[in-house]
């Protein structure tokens, strides 16, 4: 069973090689996390080469959740990471390892859960996948070769975590009924199934950029639970409001 001690969920998007898997969950292990969730891996699960790698971290794959997609890997938090080396042309706040696991620490304290997405091995994280969370963590490394190695960037998530979590522990503080991931999504698609009738994603070529724009808009807002409800509210009335003839 996973220890009872809050902390992030690690996230593994679409993740290609299982030895990377495997060498992942060792490299959650040596600092105490041992949360994963694994999206739609390319080679299936679960995978013999990722037990191999995992180095006495088994137990992780073992119990390591295993996601259709990336909406049900984040369903239940409220705040979400996601590890980029690339420039975006996503408006979010980036924040470097050690300061989003001292975030991280504050909103775990406060009773939020958190995840942190890795991207597949290939090209990283998808725009539409960046689009989900709430800040990107990037890593301060030689521009000539950003590339990183999936369990090394596990590796400096868990590192900095640790850090956080043996140094003065961050006070409980209490905060607003944030709204999850799940919530955020069911607004998302409320909102992109009505504009969709609406005519609003023109010209088709653009389409699929425009909602990409509308979610990533939608991650960047903190959002309560009353919010959201309120958000719902205002588009069914508008959508009644317009059916009624204006």
């Known amino acids: 069973m996973p220890s009872e001690e809050p902390q992030p969920?690690?996230?593994?998007?679409?993740?290609?090689?299982?030895?990377?898997?495997?060498?992942?969950?060792?490299?959650m292990w040596n600092f105490g996390l041992d949360r994963m969730r694994i999206v739609a891996p390319r080679d299936g699960w679960p995978n013999p080469k990722?037990?191999?790698?995992?180095?006495?971290?088994?137990?992780?794959?073992?119990?390591?959740?295993?996601?259709?997609?990336l909406p049900e890997a984040i369903g239940d938090s409220a705040f979400v990471f996601a590890t980029t080396a690339r420039q975006r042309d996503l408006?979010?706040?980036?924040?470097?390892?050690?300061?989003?696991?001292?975030?991280?620490?504050?909103?775990?304290?406060?009773?939020?859960?958190?995840?942190?997405?890795?991207?597949?091995?290939?090209?990283?994280?998808?725009?539409?996948?960046i689009a989900r969370a709430n800040a990107i963590i990037s890593v301060p490394v030689n521009p000539a070769f950003p590339s990183l190695n999936l369990?090394?960037?596990?590796?400096?998530?868990?590192?900095?975590?640790?850090?956080?979590?043996?140094?003065?522990?961050?006070?409980?503080?209490?905060?607003?009924?944030?709204?999850?991931?799940?919530?955020?999504?069911?607004?998302?698609?409320?909102?992109?199934e009505r504009l969709e009738e609406a005519g609003f994603?023109?010209?088709?070529?653009?389409?699929?950029?425009?909602?990409?724009?509308?979610?990533?808009?939608?991650?960047r807002m903190p959002m309560t639970r009353a919010d959201v409800r309120m958000l719902h509210g205002i588009l069914r009335q508008m959508v009644r409001w317009k059916e009624r003839g204006g």
């Open 91 to 129: 408006t979010k706040p980036v924040f470097d390892p050690e300061e989003a696991m001292r975030l991280a620490a504050d909103k775990i304290a406060s009773g939020e859960k958190v995840a942190i997405l890795f991207g597949p091995e290939r090209a990283g994280l998808e725009n539409e996948d």
């Open 201 to 219: 994603f023109f010209p088709d070529s653009k389409a699929e950029s425009m909602k990409v724009h509308l979610r990533n808009l939608w991650s």
């Open 9 to 27: 969920a690690i996230v593994l998007v679409r993740p290609q090689m299982g030895e990377n898997i495997g060498a992942a969950a060792r490299a």
């Open 151 to 192: 369990a090394q960037c596990v590796l400096l998530a868990g590192y900095e975590w640790q850090r956080q979590r043996t140094a003065a522990p961050t006070p409980a503080r209490t905060v607003p009924d944030v709204a999850t991931g799940a919530e955020v999504e069911a607004l998302a698609r409320h909102y992109e």
């Open 50 to 69: 990722a037990d191999a790698m995992a180095s006495g971290a088994g137990r992780l794959l073992d119990e390591a959740q295993l996601c259709a997609d």
